[in-house]
């Protein structure tokens, strides 16, 4: 696989040097004599640099989610797979299989057709940055043999993102986690791959706060239910803690907007299910992912479109259905002090009683 670029007369292929001959370059002129036309004849505008030419290893949600997005600009610019195959120069079956994921994109092939679909250079940059994540340096170095193949696929996308919405209903979410919530959890999992020591898988937990809440700062939103807030995990200390640190982040907003779904709400969440993370892209408004995550550090990614806005109209009823960031870190605070107070929860009749629904809809005291 060529890893390189020019380098003098010849190609680094896989750390050594490749020389050309003059006859072998003039063959590779003559091959693609139609791409060199467009590129002025010159040899390094049509292999520019081999990071470009090359098929970029790519995860299969990755392939899908941009395959997806090519298939959707080529339609609605009224394209077959033939006009779309004239672009690069290939055959029907290749366009097919890039955009059902079977396989991956070059980086300049995806350049030529989106820029031949009148795409905007903001979204172009939003799917070479989804195109090139595999290649990007990870945040996670030395705990790489502790996350599946379906969590680096998740991780590779949530830095591409700039808006993350999830929804917590068993657990405080991991990108709001404490040290000690986070050693509790980890402690308490089972089925993690080997090495997945909760020691790691905690320290990996809070290290992915501080790339994603600090560093990339995607908009971010957080719905959490209150019966996670009365799961004990790792004793009182650590849930008096845990709810200080999030009633804290309510109210200050730094880092994303966190709301409480009450147990006074209903049955909200039942449109929802179980615990979801959406991405979005603000380049990219036609695009999404759901995360669906599993036991054992593993998860499900969905593409189409239909899941997305489907999740998309489910979540935004539960943060129409939950309290605000100001009542939230009320009650988080609440709780809290009667975790430090009691050394337990509070009675649910009693965290029930402190809401109610108002004239105008909200919950309140």
């Known amino acids: 696989m060529i890893i390189g670029g020019w380098r003098g007369p010849g190609w680094r292929v896989a750390g050594a040097d490749l020389r050309l001959g003059s006859g072998l370059r003039e063959w590779i002129r003559s091959v693609i004599g139609g791409r060199q036309a467009r590129h002025g004849g010159s040899l390094s505008g049509v292999l520019p640099n081999a990071r470009e030419d090359i098929v970029i290893e790519s995860s299969p949600v990755q392939r899908q989610l941009v395959g997806a997005a090519l298939r959707r600009h080529r339609e609605q610019l009224g394209y077959d797979l033939a006009d779309a195959a004239a672009v690069l120069e290939c055959d029907r079956s290749k366009i097919s299989r890039i955009e059902t994921g079977q396989r991956g994109i070059r980086p300049k092939e995806l350049r030529e057709l989106l820029a031949e679909y009148g795409v905007s250079e903001q979204e172009i940059g939003v799917l070479e940055a989804i195109v090139r994540a595999s290649r990007a340096g990870a945040w996670w170095p030395g705990h ?61 937990a809070v290290m992915r706060q501080r790339v994603v809440l600090k560093e990339r700062q995607p908009a971010f939103i957080a719905v959490v239910d209150e019966a996670a807030l009365h799961r004990m995990v790792g004793g009182p200390e650590v849930m008096s803690a845990q709810l200080y640190r999030l009633a804290e982040a309510a109210r200050d907003g730094r880092h994303g907007t966190i709301r409480v779904l009450p147990f006074a709400s209903g049955g909200h969440a039942a449109g929802i299910g179980g615990a979801v993370t959406m991405l979005g892209f603000a380049d990219a408004p036609s695009m999404g992912v759901v995360y669906l995550p599993r036991p054992g550090n593993d998860g499900t990614s969905l593409v189409d479109q239909a899941d997305v806005a489907r999740y998309t109209t489910a979540f935004t009823r539960l943060t129409e259905a939950a309290l605000s960031p100001a009542e939230s870190a009320r009650l988080l605070g609440e709780l809290a002090q009667a975790y430090d107070d009691a050394g337990h929860i509070p009675a649910t009749s009693r965290a029930v009683g402190l809401w109610h629904r108002g004239a105008d809809s909200r919950w309140k005291r």
């Open 144 to 204: 790489g043999e502790i996350l599946t193949p379906a969590a680096r696929e998740y991780l590779q996308l949530e830095a591409a993102a700039t808006q993350i919405n999830l929804w917590a209903p068993h657990q405080v979410p991991d990108l709001l986690q404490t040290t000690g919530y986070a050693n509790a959890i980890a402690g308490a999992a089972r089925g993690y791959p080997a090495g997945g020591e909760p020691a790691a898988l905690a320290a990996l």
